[in-house]
């Protein structure tokens, strides 16, 4: 009995296995990063050399400044055509999100509820499903090979409208929007002051999830967009098409177009993790 | 006097009132608008499209097409490439998730404890995902390189002789599939910890008092529990898994799913006879058959779900 009730208390205190487990889980997570700082600090041979020294040798700098100068590569056009696109990208969703999310939580209209499930069933469908005809479009207008051809199908997702709906249905109070109403706020006033204030942090989240996702995306840039104008994902493809001889180079300009978002994460890793967290409580 | 004032009042009331009105009626679809102009223009517009393009040659030059009724759907299926790449798709999509799934619940088993430093750890499970797929895939293809590899020279030491990763289907499968769960594993463990940490905890206590060691508790009282969200996890990693192109794409450097297609995945299958043969019909047929595919895995999935769900009294919510 005496022991059933220690148990009790020490429950959820965990051992040392429990430590341990998650620091081997830490350690599986960074060891690519380190690993691709090795072979990208060494030269074309250390990829070869199972018996490598673990501790980086001094090529690291030179290494990437190579990937940084090739002329095939184009890398900082890369990293700025990244952050425009993931910027704009994550900017339009996160307001649209928020404007028609707030519609579907929190407005009465005919066909809302249709249009919700129309809404939910839009994010079955798979990217593959629109990008022949997209390009078509795309090329019969000229635009592929630039930047508008990403942006403009990923202005809004489906996602992010569901993400705010969500939200605003369970944390924002419909009598504070009435309250306005009543004041005299028309509105799209009631919804700038009283929605917007209320689903910051929902809409910072949905803000990162765009980022991290656009940042990442290679399929449908790969199809549109060509080396002289490409984002990241698309410059690592040319890197590697261009450099396989040297992986020092390859592994090298990976861990330049990953550290951009490992800054990020550094700052906002816990927001990321609460999102997940509350996404699937709801989900 | 008093009539001066009063009436022009009623005027600016129903101005305003009408104003008001439009106001309240028309605001809703102006705020959802944006939405579905967008998907209108980049969604549905193409998906119909693309129904269209699959019934016809399609001339990538000029912009037009000739209709042809269902040979593009006939070729597909009569091409060998097809099944081979349907069958790649699956085995690497079974391979990742049901790994995923289950090395998932083990990590937040661990992180559902009364950690130091919590938000630490769920971070550091969490960095893999913030990884582009392509830079994942250029670091994992060394790795697991045939020659050279860690993971070989790794092997070697356990007596496990060289593995052909870049060469035997099922090992470029599992080199594939590691890929991908490197990168989902970490997200999945948080949202099944968030589901873990919404069981009451008396439920654990009682179990206690009954006499239930931790592994016991852990598959009957957590394992329930958490069983609609591991479902939603799984339909989750099906819609995505299904749609695999990253990682294959860039596990050689020819990007063609090897010499003998040996992971080539449908969507390697689409993007080549699309924009490597230029047959766009085609690539708009294997688009349609890759959703059907899908639709199909969702709603077997659904279905095995209610009766999972319906079949388990245990009251999981």
């Known amino acids: ?63 990437a400044s190579t990937v940084i100068n090739a002329d095939a590569v184009n890398f900082w056009k890369a990293l700025g055509n990244s952050l425009i696109v993931s910027t704009t990208v994550s900017v339009t969703t996160v307001v649209l999100s928020t404007l028609a999310g707030y519609a579907f939580a929190k407005l009465r209209f005919k066909g809302s509820g249709g249009l919700f499930i129309a809404v939910i069933a839009t994010m079955a469908v798979p990217v593959q499903l629109g990008v022949v005809p997209l390009y078509i479009i795309m090329s019969r207008y000229g635009w592929t090979g630039s930047l508008w051809a990403v942006i403009i199908p990923a202005l809004v997702t489906a996602f ?15 009598e504070l929007i009435e309250a306005a109403r009543v004041d005299g706020c028309n509105m799209i006033r009631t919804f700038w002051h009283v929605a917007v204030p209320a689903v910051r942090p929902a809409a910072a989240m949905l803000f990162l999830f765009t980022f991290v996702q656009s940042w990442n995306n290679f399929f449908w840039p790969f199809i549109v967009l060509d080396q002289s104008n490409p984002t990241l994902p698309v410059a690592l493809s040319v890197l590697q098409a261009s450099y396989f001889v040297d992986y020092s180079l390859v592994l090298a300009g990976v861990l330049l177009a ?26 | ?113 009364n950690l130091r430093a919590r938000t630490f750890w769920r971070m550091g499970v969490l960095v893999p995902y913030v990884m582009m797929p392509v830079a994942v895939a250029l670091i994992f293809s060394q790795l697991f390189g045939d020659t050279y590899g860690l993971i070989n020279h790794w092997l070697g030491y356990i007596g496990i002789g060289p593995i052909a990763w870049h060469i035997d289907v099922i090992p470029s499968h599992i080199a594939i599939a590691s890929m991908v769960n490197f990168r989902w594993i970490g997200y999945n463990a948080l949202i099944l910890l968030a589901a873990m940490q919404a069981i009451p905890r008396e439920l654990y206590e009682a179990a206690a008092i009954d006499g239930a060691g931790k592994a016991r508790r852990f598959f009957s009282v957590t394992l329930p529990q958490i069983r609609p969200t591991a479902i939603f996890v799984i339909i989750t990693s099906t819609i995505g898994g299904l749609q695999i192109f990253d990682e294959p794409r860039m596990f050689d450097t020819t990007g063609t799913g090897g010499p003998d297609k040996q992971w080539l995945t449908i969507t390697m299958y689409m993007y080549n006879t699309g924009w490597g043969q230029l047959n766009f019909g085609r690539a708009a047929a294997i688009a349609w058959l890759l959703f059907l595919i899908i639709l199909a895995f969702g709603l077997l999935n659904f279905w095995l779900t209610r009766r999972l769900i319906s079949s388990d009294t245990s009251g999981s919510k």
């Open chain 1, 1 to 63: 009995m005496a022991i059933k009730r220690k148990g009790m208390v020490n429950l959820n205190r965990p051992g040392i296995f429990v430590y341990g487990a998650l620091a081997a889980v830490l350690i599986a997570s960074l060891f690519p990063f380190y690993w691709s700082f090795l072979i990208g600090s060494g030269d074309s041979t250390t990829v070869r050399d199972p018996n490598m020294s673990w501790i980086p040798l001094g090529n690291f700098f030179e290494n």
């Open chain 1, 160 to 174: 992010g409208v569901f993400w705010m709906t969500q939200y605003m249905e369970q944390s924002l109070p419909t």
């Open chain 1, 258 to 283: 990953t550290v951009p978002l490992l800054i990020l994460f550094v700052f906002t890793g816990r927001q990321l993790v609460s999102g997940i967290m509350a996404g699937a409580v709801k989900g």
């Open chain 2, 1 to 113: 006097m008093a009539t001066t004032e009063v009436e022009p009042r009623p005027a600016q009331y129903t101005w305003r009132d009408r104003l008001g009105r439009w106001d309240v009626k028309a605001s809703p679809y102006l705020y959802i608008a944006p939405f579905f102009i967008v998907f209108g223009l980049t969604g549905l517009f193409p998906i119909i499209y693309t129904a269209v393009i699959s019934f016809m040659d399609w001339d990538s030059i000029r912009n037009t097409g000739e209709f042809l009724g269902w040979d593009n759907f006939q070729y597909v299926l009569n091409d060998r490439q097809f099944w081979i790449a349907l069958r790649n798709t699956f085995s690497i999509f079974l391979l990742s998730s049901v790994p995923q799934v289950i090395i998932a619940t083990f990590i937040a088993a661990m992180l559902d404890h």
